[in-house]
């Protein structure tokens, strides 16, 4: 029986703020308080589902989510952390140079980085981002999450090619639409897939699920927005009360985890 990861992603950024809290630009103090009250929001919803049971882990920002990884180690949570700059077309490092530090300060188990990539651009820059990280994680014993976004399916295979020469990733986390017998050829051997639901509807990640779950190297998903994007609307929009939307963001994980399992 193969190893499954379930994963509750919640480390967006930029799309957060634009349609949790509907403000265009840079959030004030205020703002940046209620972004991380609702993001701890998310992750009780999920301590309430996943309490004490194991392969369950959360994909959070350090910017609004600090206190929710320090907690996370502490429930012995899977944590992974992102560290690309949020909302940009190529790769770049949140903190720079300062990458390393940052990683090292809480110590994940998986170093996650989101990806764009076009063959049509430059991305040497990015390619070069990329080696760095692998080799940095790779000499500090932290897995890497690759999250890949393409616009053209048509070019995944190619592209994966083009990326694994310079980073080994432990795990792709791919679109659920992907041709999964092409996309698996292409990846590296010791890898495995987790298959992200993008936002999307639940008829749509369901069906995903079924086209994913016969591959062995399809070991589970994280599933993020999907879960908790209308929850967490309601709340903040004084619709449901906090406790509601822990509950129902416990029940929508639930909901997709045992359909994983029943399919």
Known sequence: MKKELFILPF?????????????????????????????E??????????????????LVDEEYGKNIIERAKEEKTIVSISVEKSGKQQFEFEYGNKFK????????????????????EDNTKQLNNFKKLNNFCKNNDYKIIFELLIKNKSQV????????????????????????????????????IIMLGRGENIKMVEKWIKNAKP?????????????????????????????????????????????????
């Open 11 to 39: 480390d967006h950024r930029s799309s957060f703020i634009k349609d949790v809290l509907k403000i265009k630009g840079k959030p004030n103090k205020k703002e940046k308080e209620t972004i991380s009250h609702l993001k």
């Open 215 to 263: 591959f062995k190297k399809i070991i589970g998903f994280a599933v993020g927005r999907t879960i908790f994007m209308n929850p967490i609307k309601n709340y903040y929009n004084k619709k449901i009360s906090r406790e509601i939307a822990i509950k129902k963001i416990s029940g929508n994980f639930k909901y997709f985890v045992n359909f994983w399992k029943s399919n």
């Open 157 to 192: 295979s190619k592209i994966i090619e083009e990326i694994k020469q310079v980073i080994q990733p432990d795990i792709w986390k791919l679109e659920g639409d992907n041709n999964w017998n092409k996309v698996i050829k292409s990846i590296n051997e010791n890898s495995q």
């Open 101 to 120: 530090e940052h990683i090292n300060k809480f110590k994940p188990d998986y170093v996650k980085l989101l990806v764009r990539y076009n063959l049509k």
């Open 41 to 58: 929001t998310i992750f009780l919803g999920f301590l309430d589902f996943v309490k004490n049971k194991k392969n369950f882990g959360i």
